[in-house]
């Protein structure tokens, strides 16, 4: 298994651009979630799902769109990046909700310039 | 709002004495709380998980104690080693939202 895998691992993009960080699980998950982690500050979660069809706001989902077409993918979609949106952006998932173990992804550090 | 605090300042100890964390939270009544590991450049990893009815929760050389009344829990990490260096990260959740600290790092020197 290769638990949740994200890429890119690094991003550069000037301010709005668009892009999209790719989030994948191969563990059956149900719940897959996005966070954002800012120095100094706690992960802040952007949006997550409960399964496939499914998805909801967190604390921080202004500018960032998200879909689950399938149970393994949860795709974060960038529509036009801000400076403000520099951070590293962790995937996570598990079985069935945040009760639970999380799975984290290794990050992608994303640079908006 | 919920405000989730954990030690501010990073904390050092020597091989083998007792670490002990702090996360304390306001403004909130979380379902249960979780304790992550971080390691520079990697994502958490999950350590253990303690529920709103139950006060104390042990794995290994780690324990956790949640008190809903101070709104507080502590974590233990007990006979301290160099390679338990990392950020521990507390996280309180209700329904399907988890919220984290900011973290405190652990620096065990042998």
């Known amino acids: 298994n290769a638990g949740v895998t994200q890429t890119p691992k690094f991003q550069v993009l000037k301010t709005g651009q668009s892009m999209t960080l790719q989030c994948a699980q191969d563990m059956n998950h149900e719940y897959m979630s996005w966070y954002r982690q800012d120095p100094g500050m706690g992960l802040r979660l952007i949006h997550y799902?409960?399964?496939?069809?499914?998805?909801d706001q967190g604390e921080v989902p202004n500018g960032y769109n998200v879909s689950r077409s399938t149970t393994e993918d949860f795709p974060l979609r960038l529509l036009s990046a801000a400076p403000s949106q520099t951070s590293v952006y962790f995937c996570?998932?598990?079985?069935?909700?945040?009760?639970?173990?999380?799975?984290f992804g290794s990050g992608t550090q994303l640079s908006v310039l | 709002s919920q405000k989730i605090e954990q030690n501010s300042e990073a904390l050092n100890i020597q091989e083998g004495k007792t670490a002990t964390l702090t996360c304390n939270y306001t403004?909130?009544?979380?379902?249960?709380l979780q304790w992550y590991r971080q390691d520079p450049g990697r994502g958490p990893v999950f350590l253990l998980l303690i529920r709103e009815n139950e006060k104390e929760k042990r794995k290994e050389r780690l324990k956790v104690t949640f008190d809903t009344t101070l709104k507080q829990s502590l974590f233990h990490i007990t006979a301290s080693q160099p390679a338990d260096s990392a950020t521990y990260l507390c996280a309180l959740g209700s329904d399907y939202k988890l919220s984290f600290g900011a973290g405190t790092t652990v620096t065990v020197r042998a």
């Open positions: 799902s409960v399964g496939a069809g499914i998805t």
């Open positions: 996570a998932s598990s079985y069935r909700g945040a009760d639970e173990k999380l799975f």
């Open positions: 403004n909130y009544s979380p379902a249960y």
